[in-house]
């Protein structure tokens, strides 16, 4: 048995960044079909942060462009500031690649079941490496 079959990730509580709702129902969605939990979408970086106190959430999926403008990239450091991770997902690759250490990948849209779910892994992955640092806390 190896360690990957032996451990089982727990259901991620994943939150959406993002101003299109007809995206946030796909995103909501794929999230369930994963076996995650859906918490919430926002629109902009100044509602995330005028809302923050309120949010249970393990991780957050972010556009580059949202309804305040292009403040993708300073919400995704603002989040890894709080010990959130995030995932870019964008149709533009090249901005989001501009800030990669800003998020823990990119899935590109159109979103395909497979490119969402190798970066959920990769989320799973940074969630369980940041819990290792930090014994004791759940």
Known sequence: MTFATAVQPRSLR????EDNPLIVFHLEHMIEDMGHVFVGALGSFSDLKDRWSALDLDCV?????????????????????KGVPSLFVTGQDSVAAEHVGKAVGIV???ITPSAFKAAMALMTAALQ??????PGLD
Not at 129 to 134: D, I, Y
């Open 61 to 81: 999926l972010v556009d580059i462009d949202l309804a305040d403008g292009r403040t993708g990239p300073d919400a995704a450091a603002w989040l890894t500031g």
């Open 129 to 134: 490496a940041a819990q290792r640092r930090r």
């Open 14 to 17: 994943v939150f959406c960044l």
């Open 108 to 110: 590109p849209k159109p």
